[in-house]
């Protein structure tokens, strides 16, 4: 996160002394790469005097001050902390949102330690790191890395205590959480809305919540085929079936409609639930009339009543399909052969959303000496 010294710190040299550590740990913060540190022109020269015996230190400031004039704050973060002696507020401006914390508030390290990136398991936490990198890049984003320490949460259930847990500490926090739509229109998950709820309206956290069923569905399809196609988990007979079924959707004139809703994982299923929902009912039709091996002549009334509860109406492409995918990327970058993410137009909306506030939550600074 971006933390921004105002001149409501200046004062004479015993004011300045007074708030010394709380300055340095900002300023540590920074250097080690857990956020970014900016500051009005003053306030950063002062801060050039008052640590000119630590040479590092100084040396952060320094760079900051001879190069105020050419790093603002970054167009392409929604949200920034300013650093205020006191009287903290919050205000809208140029699209963005500026929170102030009393200088105060940073007396201990854990206050400046990275931002905690909570998702509903490890993997989540990745992918989503590797969408900010691609923002980063896409919007030419120079001297800033993304940090985050993640916190795998081990689903909806336990992410609201997670983020709990790390805001007792201090810690800033940003949490991301699967919406289990099942089709456009439906609720969205409880427990996802019971974290988002519980937390909005602070300035140390941020709750959002998927516009589509879950990660699955954003993962770019170049990189599925490529996993489908070498994986050797992906050429087994089933999972033959799995993926040629899939790709019914994927080329249909209805993929736009099906794709940010279709369970990747799990298929759509005969269950109680199912049989509840007349709207379900009827995106699994939509689904069923793109597949010509399993829509022959007959009704998909007669199709759903020839289906036993509990099994699947339509098949999946893969229970592993994200933990693969998200492999392959992590290979590919190693080996320097990761093609850029061809996206679908919902899913780069979703990758702009997310991105912008992983750039935002998780903007830091490279860990490059200073001096």
């Keep these: 996160m971006i933390f921004y010294l105002t001149d409501s710190l200046r004062g004479d040299s015993e004011y300045l002394e007074s708030i ?20 009005d022109f003053d306030i950063l020269g002062d801060c050039i005097k008052l640590f000119e015996h630590e040479k590092e230190v100084c040396g952060l400031f320094k760079n900051l001050y001879d190069n105020w004039y050419s790093m603002p704050v970054p167009k392409c973060v929604s949200y920034y902390m300013e650093v205020v002696k006191d009287n903290p507020s919050i205000r809208s401006e140029d699209g963005k949102t500026i929170a102030q914390r009393p200088i105060s508030s940073f007396g ?25 990198s691609w923002y980063v890049r896409n919007n030419k984003i120079n001297n800033a890395s993304i940090g985050f320490e993640t916190d795998g949460s081990g689903g909806c259930e336990e ?12 810690q800033f926090c940003l949490c991301i959480l699967d919406s289990d ?9 409880a427990k996802s809305l019971e974290c988002q709820n519980a ?20 993962l770019p399809l170049n990189y599925v085929d490529e996993v489908t196609a070498n994986h050797h988990d992906y050429q087994q007979p089933l999972s033959k079936d799995y993926v040629r079924h899939f790709n019914y959707l994927r080329h249909s004139h209805k993929h736009l409609e099906i794709l940010p809703y279709f369970d ?30 399993i829509c022959t002549g007959q009704t998909f009334k007669e199709y ?5 509860v509990g099994d699947r109406l339509y098949l999946p492409l893969g229970r592993k399909i994200h933990a693969h995918t998200l492999a392959h990327i992590v290979d590919s970058k190693l080996k320097g052969t990761l093609t850029e993410p061809d996206l679908l137009p919902y899913q780069e909306t979703e990758w702009n959303r997310i991105g912008k506030e992983i750039a935002t939550w998780g903007y830091s600074r490279p860990t490059e000496a200073v001096s």
Excluded at 159 to 170: D, E, M
């Design 20 to 39: 010394r550590h709380e300055l340095h740990n900002l300023a540590f913060a920074a250097i080690e790469g857990y956020h970014y540190l900016m500051g």
């Design 108 to 132: 201990k390290m854990s206050s400046v330690m990275p931002c905690q990136l909570v998702c509903e398991n490890d993997k989540d936490c990745e992918f989503y790191k590797y969408v900010g």
């Design 159 to 170: 992410a609201k205590n997670k983020v709990r847990k790390h805001l007792l500490k201090n």
């Design 181 to 189: 739509i099942s089709f456009e229109g439906d609720k969205v998950n």
């Design 199 to 218: 937390y909005k309206n602070r300035d140390d956290c941020n709750c959002i919540i998927l516009e589509v069923r879950e990660l699955e569905n954003l």
């Design 264 to 293: 990747y994982k799990e298929g759509i299923k005969k269950t109680d639930n199912y049989l509840k929902s007349p709207k379900y009912k009827k995106f699994a039709e939509t689904c069923w009339k793109q597949n010509s091996e």
């Design 304 to 308: 759903e009543d020839s289906v036993a």
